[in-house]
């Protein structure tokens, strides 16, 4: 199998599916290559402690395999495609952990809808370094609808994550699937990028604007065929830690280019879809540029 991107999330799914005894390729960019292929993969993790283990890596898939977890971001999804040549996959099953919904008809454009498995992860973790990830979360969990792909193969990924010690669950609804992770990150996500602040500040300072873009989100999802809890998403926050973060916000403090548009912007086209007004939604990804 092979990991496209082994940064927190893909490198901390590799190693751990490396330490269950998966032959993984890690495909990146040359330096990122060379520097796994010297180094291995080093993880620190709340769940697991310290793990280190070897790695194989390349620029690009040079061999067909049965999976292919796709774990880079939306703004260098289509640079990053490229090292999965359609041809060389073969018939191999694609696991896009992206966030945002237009993902999927990108990869399934390039693979064919029977190659290509829904999936959203829940995890915090983050490249410190070329091969150094640090997993903050005390979990790892993946959730899967088959879409076109063959039940046997989407249990077989199941079983491949299971065993790696990745909790996997496979749902029969992809629109549930993928709004159950964009109802609740949204406005996470948003929110304190906007604000530059942890969602501590965030659910008391902002609290009004917190409860109203929630409320905007899920009424997206619903219009979109998708159930949603605004209640359930605010408890969600209030059991966070306040210092907490967003990945996008970490971007931000870091520099690095924004899914203002994979995450708030999939909001802002879903409504306009379903005919539904999302102006707080809206507002915000013009602000931060998306």
Do not use: C
Request: a negative charge.
């Amino acid at each position: 199998m092979a990991v496209l991107g082994p940064g927190g999330v893909g490198g901390l799914v590799g190693a751990l599916l490396v330490r269950s005894g998966a032959a993984v390729t890690f495909l990146a960019s040359d330096a990122t290559a060379a520097a796994l292929a010297e180094h291995g993969v080093h993880v620190r993790s709340r769940q697991v402690g310290d793990l280190h283990v070897p790695a194989r890596a390349a620029t690009r898939l040079d061999a067909p395999v049965d999976v292919v977890l796709v774990a880079v971001k939306q703004t260098t999804l289509d640079e990053a495609l490229d090292r999965v040549p359609p041809e060389t996959l073969g018939d191999g099953v694609v696991v896009p952990f992206l966030n945002g919904l237009d993902h999927l008809g990108t990869l399934r454009a390039r693979y064919g809808t029977q190659r290509v498995l829904p999936a959203t992860i829940r995890v915090e973790s983050t490249r410190v370094a070329p091969g150094e990830i640090e997993h903050t979360s005390t979990f790892v969990d993946v959730d899967l609808a088959p879409g076109g792909v063959a039940p046997e193969r989407v249990e077989a990924v199941r079983a491949l994550l299971e065993d790696a010690g990745v909790r996997t669950t496979v749902h029969a609804d992809e629109t549930a699937l993928l709004w159950s992770k964009l109802a609740f990150l949204a406005p996470f996500a948003l929110l304190t990028t906007a604000h530059r602040a942890t969602i501590g500040e965030v659910r008391t300072t902002h609290r009004a604007e917190l409860e109203a873009l929630v409320r905007e989100v899920a009424a997206v999802a619903t219009a979109s065929g998708a159930p949603s809890d605004p209640e359930r998403t605010l408890a969600f926050y209030d059991r966070f830690g306040p210092e907490a973060k967003s990945s996008m916000l970490r971007d931000a403090e870091a520099g690095r280019p924004l899914e203002t548009d994979a995450i708030g912007g999939a909001v802002v086209r879903a409504a306009d879809r379903a005919g539904v007004d999302a102006p707080l939604t809206r507002a915000l990804v013009e602000r931060l540029g998306g």
